[in-house]
């Protein structure tokens, strides 16, 4: 099956620095990669989300890069705001499920 | 925008009881999945529901699981008989078509206590 690494565990920046959360999958069947962010007593919430067959993909702040030869995608959030701060968790697509990866505490200080 | 709706936020329930959790999907999505999170841990798969039956499972979703949707509107997650390593945190999401290519959508989960 799937094995969805993700680095760092914890991750602190100051406030307007970036952030950049990295992962690993395993099984190159997985087509589609989501980043979800999830704040206290709430559900994952997607946040940015791409495809195997594009390399990368910017919303405003946030992008994220797939390098599907060497199996690894990563979310960049650049002018990071406290806002920001969460659990970020990778996730790869494949068949009906999700594999995620073990999430990232992100504490952006102001 | 439309949500995901899951009750009850928190149950407590003795061990070796039966429990129901709810969801309401988004209303045009046709795709069903229940994931767990224990406390601290990653998000892990139980299963996937379409068209009325289990599209998918996992290794963790055996025989003292079940989901059903019994109506056009609720999907329900039932577990027989709860051990106390059953306490999680229990997610509904929702998606249009399979996850292979598209978002699921998530609610805000089920915080499920086994005394």
């Avoid at chain 1, 999830?38 to 946040?47: R, S, V």
């Avoid at chain 1, 990563?74 to 068949?95: K, M, N, W």
């Amino acid at each position: 099956g799937e094995n969805v690494e993700q680095h760092p565990s914890t991750l602190s920046v100051q406030e307007g620095d970036s952030a950049v959360i990295k992962c690993t999958y395993s099984d190159s069947a997985s087509n589609y990669f989501p980043w979800y962010k999830q704040e206290l007593g709430k559900g994952p919430q997607l946040i940015i989300d791409i495809r195997s067959n594009v390399g990368e993909k910017k919303d405003q702040r946030i992008a994220v890069t797939l390098n599907k030869t060497a199996k690894h995608f990563s979310l960049h959030i650049t002018e990071t705001q406290p806002e920001d701060s969460a659990v970020y968790f990778c996730a790869a697509g494949r068949g009906n499920q999700f594999y995620f990866g073990t999430g990232t505490s992100l504490t952006v200080i102001p | 925008e439309p949500e995901v709706t899951q009750t009850p936020s928190h149950q407590v329930t003795q061990m070796g009881q039966e429990v129901i959790l709810r969801c309401v999907p988004i209303s045009n999505h046709l795709y069903f999945y229940w994931y767990r999170q224990i406390l601290g841990q990653k998000v892990e798969f139980l299963v996937s529901f379409y068209n009325n039956e289990i599209s998918e499972k996992s290794e963790i979703f055996d025989d003292q699981f079940s989901v059903e949707r019994p109506d056009g509107s609720n999907f329900t997650l039932k577990i027989r008989s709860t051990k106390l390593e059953d306490s999680a945190m229990y997610f509904c999401a929702s998606s249009v078509i399979p996850a292979s290519n598209q978002p699921q959508h998530f609610g805000d989960g089920t915080r499920l206590s086994i005394l």
